[in-house]
């Protein structure tokens, strides 16, 4: 069964590092979203595409984050500089359409420590 | 910003019993969504009920839609210690297109 792949599980920076995370959406899914979650909340929505073209980012802090999808099929998201704040999980999820009728597909995230 | 709210925040029970989850929500929804978490693993989707549903059926899991309440209940019917996650709601803000979800349901069966 295909899966979203991201890479890597666990990162540990230092603050004020930079630190990218990489997502492989399932093949053929259109909308790839970037998720937050901190320890004992929901996902956040960072950041949302729809092939390459990002369709919102409202709640991307665009002073320290960048998010890209550049051919429309995987994407990198980047934090510079890191802060302790930023320690959570981050999810990376695609779906066939930006339509919510579609279910989304997470990955396994990728687990940030900054100290 | 957040908009759906479970509640309890955290329930335990024992093996073979059921668990009910709620969901509130403040604005107009097209959909509702349930979503699984077991520790420190991305999120499952589970099911998935619209604005014109009242109720729906997947195996044990049973979730019913008020929208009058703007409210939602997830139904874990003879629950397993499997079922041992965190289990959130999702909605669509104001008919938007951006998933919202909530802080979640810890649950915990015990064998």
């Known amino acids: 069964e295909a899966e979203v792949a991201q890479s890597p599980r666990y990162k540990i920076t230092e603050k004020s590092q930079a630190v990218a995370f990489w997502c492989d959406p399932i093949?053929?899914?259109?909308?790839l979203y970037w998720y937050r979650q901190i320890l004992g909340q929901g996902p956040e929505l960072l950041v949302q595409?729809?092939?390459?073209?990002?369709?919102?980012d409202s709640q991307l802090p665009k002073d320290r984050f960048s998010a890209e999808r550049l051919k429309g099929v995987d994407s990198t998201l980047k934090i510079q500089p890191a802060e302790l704040g930023d320690s959570a999980m981050y999810l990376c999820?695609?779906?066939?359409?930006?339509?919510?009728?579609?279910?989304?597909?997470f990955g396994p995230g990728t687990r940030l420590t900054v100290t | 910003s957040q908009q759906g709210e479970e509640d309890p925040q955290a329930l335990s029970i024992q093996e073979g019993e059921n668990a009910t989850m709620n969901c509130s929500y403040k604005?107009?929804?097209?959909?509702l969504q349930w979503y699984r978490q077991n520790s420190g693993r991305g999120l499952v989707h589970l099911i998935l009920?619209?604005?014109?549903?009242r109720e729906k059926h997947s195996g044990r899991l049973r979730v019913t839609l008020d929208t009058s309440k703007k409210s939602s209940s997830l139904l874990i019917t003879a629950s397993r210690a499997a079922d041992t996650a965190s289990y959130f709601c999702?909605?669509?803000?104001?008919?938007?297109?951006?998933?919202?979800f909530g802080p979640g349901t810890r649950l915990s069966v015990l064998p």
């Open positions: 595409f729809q092939d390459e073209s990002v369709v919102d």
């Open positions: 999702a909605t669509d803000e104001n008919y938007g297109q951006n998933f919202v």
């Open positions: 604005t107009s929804i097209n959909n």
């Open positions: 093949s053929g899914h259109a909308t």
């Open positions: 009920i619209r604005s014109n549903e």
């Open positions: 999820a695609s779906s066939l359409q930006r339509n919510l009728l579609y279910e989304q597909y």
